[in-house]
Nanobody, 115 residues
Framework: VLLVESGGGLVQPGGSLRLSCATS????????MRWFRQAPGKERELVST????????NYADSVKGRFTISRDNAKNTVYLQMNSLKPEDTAVYYC?????????WGQGTQVTVSS
């Protein structure tokens, strides 16, 4: 199982980024996918979850209305569209899934929101 995030970077407050997580090694369309983030000195927190078919999502209160999770089961990829970014969104963002009763994580992608 391999999860590879991309799309992070430096953005000004109010800006947007789209993160991608390309996956392989499992039947992607059968599994829920999640995005987590970890800011310096803080615990890793769940940002968003999407079900296997993509028709059910949920979000942390801190990102509701600004972030959108989606997936393309034909491309084995999950996305996180982040709009109206704030400095407090600065963190390393990870995608995650459970497969075979264990958790798998990507290597993370850094998002920095700063002027």
């Amino acid at each position: 199982v391999l999860l590879v995030e991309s799309g992070g970077g430096l953005v000004q407050p109010g800006g947007s980024l789209r993160l991608s997580c390309a996956t392989s090694g499992f039947i992607f369309s059968n599994y829920y996918m999640r995005w987590f983030r970890q800011a310096p000195g803080k615990e890793r927190e769940l940002v968003s979850t999407i079900n296997s078919s993509g028709d059910s999502t949920n979000y942390a209160d801190s990102v509701k209305g600004r972030f959108t999770i989606s997936r393309d089961n034909a491309k084995n990829t999950v996305y996180l569209q982040m709009n109206s970014l704030k400095p407090e969104d600065t963190a390393v963002y990870y995608c995650h899934t459970f497969y075979g009763a264990r958790a798998y994580w990507g290597q993370g992608t850094q998002v920095t929101v700063s002027s």
